[in-house]
């Protein structure tokens, strides 16, 4: 079956229009979930007929693709080795960087239990999810090795697949235990930790950056 033809946005109305659709999607997934949100309803929200939404996405899973892609920018956006630098102690880092993620998180619209089913059922969207985990880790081996601090973990690879695990479910769950918990204390908590594994006791003496 031939695949069907989307149009790239060239003219600045063009391109508004496909930004109005992918913002639609993003507000209308945040409070509806994925599952319930049709095409249609993605079209009125975004104030444009359901033959223009399809002139730049194929299908729903296009644009739920573009979401993602967009979701994922607010965490790439972060520059994690800049914080690391400029703050005097690693644990100030690291809680700065953690309260970076959870700011680009409250943008992440998509509910966790409807991201692990999308991921489950559909190789397409694994396959960008994958790759954004694999830049995340990227970027946290980065950060990890901008340090003066002495590695305490003997494998890096192994020490940033931890610090990504940790604070993967730190972001993920947090929401859940709103009101229930001191948010900052955790983060405090959680930072102290990642800092406790990584480093030892080097970030109880201040010993560098």
């Known amino acids: 079956m ?5 149009s790239i946005p060239v003219q600045n109305r063009s391109k508004e229009s496909k930004e109005r659709i992918i913002q639609a999607a993003l507000e209308l997934y945040g409070t509806k979930g994925i599952m319930d949100v049709t095409t249609k309803m993605i079209a009125e929200k975004a104030g444009v007929a359901i033959g223009s939404l399809y002139v730049y996405f194929r299908d729903k899973k296009d644009i739920t ?3 993602l892609e967009r979701n994922s920018e607010l965490f790439l956006t972060i520059n994690y080795k800049e914080i690391i630098q400029s703050e005097g102690d690693i644990l100030r880092a690291i809680e700065r960087i953690l309260r970076e993620l959870q700011h680009a998180m409250n943008h992440w619209n998509i509910p966790f239990v409807e ?3 999308l991921e489950t059922g559909d190789p ?3 396959a960008l999810t994958d790759a954004f985990n694999g830049q995340i880790l990227n970027l946290a081996k980065e950060m990890i090795s901008s340090t003066n601090l ?3 973990p003997a494998n890096i690879d192994q020490a940033t697949a931890y610090v990504f695990l940790v604070i993967d479910s730190y972001l993920f769950r947090l929401p859940f235990y709103n ?3 001191d948010a900052d204390a955790m983060t405090h908590e959680v ?3 990642i800092g406790m594994y990584l480093f030892g006791d080097q970030i109880t003496r201040g010993d560098g950056r």
């Not at 031939?2 to 989307?6: G, L, Q, S, V």
């Open 2 to 6: 031939e695949t069907k033809k989307i």
């Open 65 to 67: 693709k573009a979401v």
């Open 115 to 117: 991201m692990q089913l």
């Open 124 to 126: 397409e969207i694994k």
């Open 150 to 152: 002495t590695l305490r």
């Open 179 to 181: 009101g229930l918990i």
């Open 191 to 193: 930072a102290r930790a």
